[in-house]
């Protein structure tokens, strides 16, 4: 018989390959859902409103501040510093939903697991 070969199996070796392709597959897969998934949060909005509603940040899950909302009754020319509190305080929120999102939706592809270039 020839060294590499058995009766049941063929060559031997013939399996390893297979499997090495499909776990490529499978990989390129995960990958291509990962970007389909990281594409979602990145298009999809974020937004927080403070001191009860007078102040609203909407950011997208680029991290882009897209809209922000001041009521007039948030507007204290004697306390301007309250209302830069307020607009920093709603972008932060917005931009801590954002950040939520995408390692959410990352973990899912990752189980939680630590792997090197995941930003997890």
Excluded: C, H
Excluded at 26 to 31: G, P
Excluded at 45 to 56: D, E, I, K, L, Y
Excluded at 65 to 91: F, G, H, R, W
């Amino acid at each position: 018989m020839a060294k590499g070969y058995s009766a049941r199996g063929g060559f031997s070796g013939g399996g390893s390959a297979m499997r090495q392709q499909q776990m490529q597959q499978k990989l390129l897969k995960m990958q291509q859902d990962m970007a389909a998934a990281q594409e979602a949060v990145e298009n999809a909005s974020f937004t927080a409103s403070v001191g009860g509603g007078v102040v609203q940040a909407t950011v997208s899950g680029k991290k882009e501040l897209t809209a922000l909302t001041v009521k007039p009754e948030a507007v204290d020319p004697e306390d301007v510093e309250m209302l830069q509190d307020l607009v920093i305080s709603a972008v932060n929120e917005a931009l801590r939903q954002a950040d939520e999102a995408m390692n959410s939706s990352m973990q899912s592809f990752t189980g939680g697991l630590n792997l090197p270039g995941f930003g997890l």
